[in-house]
């Protein structure tokens, strides 16, 4: 049990798990949000800004519009806010359109300005290409317009987009030209601007709007499949063909003929119809619609089928719960459509069956849906929300298990937000009042890997548990080994200071004492022995001794040697008054160099021998250890070959070795010749110097 409890791979997962937890949440999330930059710009009444790169070279002009003298005017800003284009659109601007519009239709790599004036009763598209250098300004008359009673245009323009309706290879700009309460015209227009005609449909009663754009009839041309919203400006006596009263399938081919005879859907202020297009398997394409009504005699929300020609095959009853009713949907993929049934609560409805898939509550907040958009090729949709209140700017994911949200300071205007892509992400604008802060919206690549990235990071949690356990295990080796080491040493100390010849000496020594009748000199030798001898035993396990327990030993030894060698030496010991008798000392670190004193230097003197042991405290506290002696020196018994095997002071190296190595004192010995005034040699000294890196 314990092998499985300490297994890296297990204490590896345990570590993981947590690190994986407070990792940034942000780091392995499916999109994020990136702060690009901030332009300032200055506050001036009815202007608006837009960001473009009008000459495709990375950055993004600035186009500030304003309504000058009733006029659409624009100045063209580079990226360092150097003025570099401004022009007038002839005419007056529009409340209701005043938006610039911004397409490469000739497809030179540089962006054309569109903006809608109208100048005495008619509206115009004019066209601008700011950077071109000698570019004029394009006007192309759309059509006559409307008024209200008090004499101003009453007119909108939705659903503006730029595409090769015809596959002529050239760029048309399709747009929905609608009136209010002044009725006409009511039409689909499509102006080829590089030849200046324009097409339009005929005009109708009906309020067009959610227009998709699909090849339905396999002509390798886009159809324009239109929906609408019931607005009943038309009185019940006038005679207009497909009244607003109602809502309808509308669809028109690329010519703007009708493809087939319109369909009414529902009856009813405020009702609405959104199509969209489904295609089976079998490449065959359907029309499927979201029907819903607001009108308390008749609320309720259907799903129609249709086919290419729009005859109806099928409609569904969607109960839903909450009787609201969507207010925006997207068709988010081949087999669903996704509805906002209220602020707070999203759900899909699956196209085949009706069945309505509940989505989790967004936030448990009031948000308003703005549009879902595509992100670049990898054709994820993003939904996109504002908070109520400080109106955050809220992102979702197409299964809307993924979220991020942008904090904004203030309100912003809700109009311009994702109005583009790059590549495969989208850039982000939020206008606030004198600035726009830029975000890039995009897949996080870590996303991808996470699952690779959280085992790399599991190996190398495992990898950096294995060198840890594998540095713990040499650790105990080496205790281990050393434990042994000092062991083998404490054995030879043993061995050294109980030596066979030391002992038998010694016996001999009391024996002949004894034989004598010097009984009591008997016992005094004895008693100094076994001292010796109790010593060694007792500091068998020690590598550190007290000063005051070495000391004992050499007393006792140097009265037994004084006792073998009659009148051999005489032996002095001083201690400074600051030393303190527990300091801890190497075991035998006197012992050994008063025995090799004895033995090698003052035995072979024969007479008048001097051994003296000096300890005293220096002034960085270090215990300072002088053992000297007046002997024969070491060059002179190393000629004579006095029997020494050097284990005494081997011994005594790899003790300071193993004491050094630990985090108690640091000792360094020192071994010098003394030498006399004709340069010959009289007796060794040693030092040694003990650094106490703890207090004692």
């Known amino acids: 049990m314990k092998q499985y409890l300490t297994s890296k791979w297990l204490i590896a997962l345990i570590l993981t798990i947590p690190l994986l937890i407070l990792l940034p949440k942000k780091t ?18 009815g ?13 993004h002009e600035r186009i500030t519009s304003l309504e000058y003298l009733d006029h659409l005017s624009f100045i063209v800003f580079d990226d360092k806010n150097q003025m570099v284009g401004q022009t007038n659109f002839k005419g007056e601007i529009l409340e209701k359109v005043n938006e610039l519009f911004f397409y490469d239709t000739n497809h030179n790599d540089l962006i054309e300005i569109y903006g809608f004036t109208t100048h005495d009763d008619s509206l115009f598209l004019n066209s601008f290409e700011a950077l071109s250098g000698d570019a004029e300004i394009k006007e192309f008359f759309v059509s006559k317009v409307g008024t209200y009673e008090d004499g101003k245009f009453d007119i909108q323009i939705t659903q503006v987009k730029c595409l090769d309706l015809n596959n002529d290879g050239t760029q048309e700009i399709v747009f929905v030209l609608h009136n209010g309460f002044s009725k006409y015209p009511r039409r689909i227009i499509v102006l080829h601007p590089e030849s200046g005609v324009l097409e339009t449909s005929e005009s109708i009663g009906a309020t067009l709007n959610y227009l998709q754009f699909v090849d339905i009839d396999e002509d390798a041309r886009f159809e324009i499949i239109c929906g609408s919203r019931a607005t009943n400006n038309f009185a019940e006596n006038e005679n207009v063909n497909f009244k607003d009263n109602s809502t309808w399938l509308i669809a028109f081919d690329d010519d703007l003929t009708m493809l087939f005879n319109p369909v009414k859907i529902q009856t009813g202020i405020g009702s609405k119809f959104l199509p969209f297009i489904y295609e089976t398997d079998f490449k065959e394409k359907y029309i499927v619609g979201l029907a819903h009504s607001v009108a308390p005699q008749n609320k309720c929300c259907l799903l129609y089928k249709f086919s290419s020609t729009g005859d109806l095959i099928d409609s569904l009853v969607l109960n839903f719960e909450d009787k609201n009713y969507a207010l925006w949907a997207e068709k988010i993929n081949n087999n669903f459509i996704l509805a906002q049934l209220s602020r707070d609560k999203v759900q899909y409805i699956n196209i085949h069956s009706g069945k309505i898939i509940e989505l989790p509550l967004l936030l448990g907040k009031d948000l308003f849906w703005r549009h879902s958009v595509i992100l670049g090729r990898n054709a994820d949709l993003v939904h996109c929300a504002w908070e109520e ?10 299964d809307f298990k993924h979220h991020n949200e942008i904090i904004v300071d203030e309100a912003f205007d809700r109009s311009q937000s994702v109005k583009k892509f790059n590549g495969d992400n989208a850039n982000i604008e939020v206008t ?12 996080n690549h870590l996303y991808e890997l996470k699952y690779l990235l959280w085992l790399g990071i599991y190996l190398l949690i495992t990898l950096i548990v294995f060198v840890i356990q594998k540095l713990q295990e040499n650790r105990i080796r080496e205790k281990y080994e050393l434990q042994n080491k000092v062991r083998e040493l404490q054995l030879a100390t043993f061995r050294n200071q109980l030596h066979p010849h030391f002992i038998f000496n010694t016996f001999n020594s009391i024996i002949s004492v004894v034989m004598q009748g010097r009984k009591e000199e008997a016992y005094d030798l004895f008693s100094s022995f076994m001292k010796v001898l ?7 396990e020690s590598v550190l001794v007290s000063l005051e327990d070495e000391l004992s030993l050499v007393k006792n030894f140097v009265e037994i040697q004084q006792f073998r060698f009659k009148d051999l030496f005489e032996f002095t010991l001083k201690v400074d ?9 190497p075991k035998m670190i006197i012992q050994i160099h008063v025995e090799n004193a004895i033995k090698h230097g003052l035995r072979l003197k024969g007479s008048g021998g001097l051994l ?17 002696d007046n002997g024969i020196g070491r060059q002179k018994a190393k000629e004579l070959e006095t029997g020494g095997s050097g284990l005494g002071l081997k011994t005594i190296d790899e003790f300071i070795k193993q004491v050094n190595a630990g985090k108690k004192i640091q000792v360094k010995q020192e071994i010098v010749d003394l030498a006399k005034e004709d340069d010959g040699v009289d007796g060794t000294k040693v030092v040694v110097v003990i650094t106490y890196r703890t207090s004692r």
Do not use: A, W
């Open 432 to 443: 606030l009042k004198n600035r726009t802060v830029f975000y890039l919206y995009k897949r």
């Open 534 to 540: 109790r010593s060694s035993l007792n500091n068998t």
């Open 389 to 398: 209140g400080n109106r955050n700017l809220h992102l979702f994911s197409d």
């Open 577 to 585: 008054d600051r030393v303190s008798m527990k300091s801890l000392i």
């Open 28 to 45: 392995f999330k499916k999109y994020s949000v990136e702060f690009v930059k901030e332009v300032h710009v200055g506050i001036v009444g």
């Open 47 to 59: 202007t608006k800004n837009y960001f473009e790169d009008l000459n495709g070279d990375g950055t």
């Open 612 to 628: 003296e042991i000096n300890i005293q405290i220096n002034n960085k506290r270090n215990l300072i250890i002088e053992i000297k």
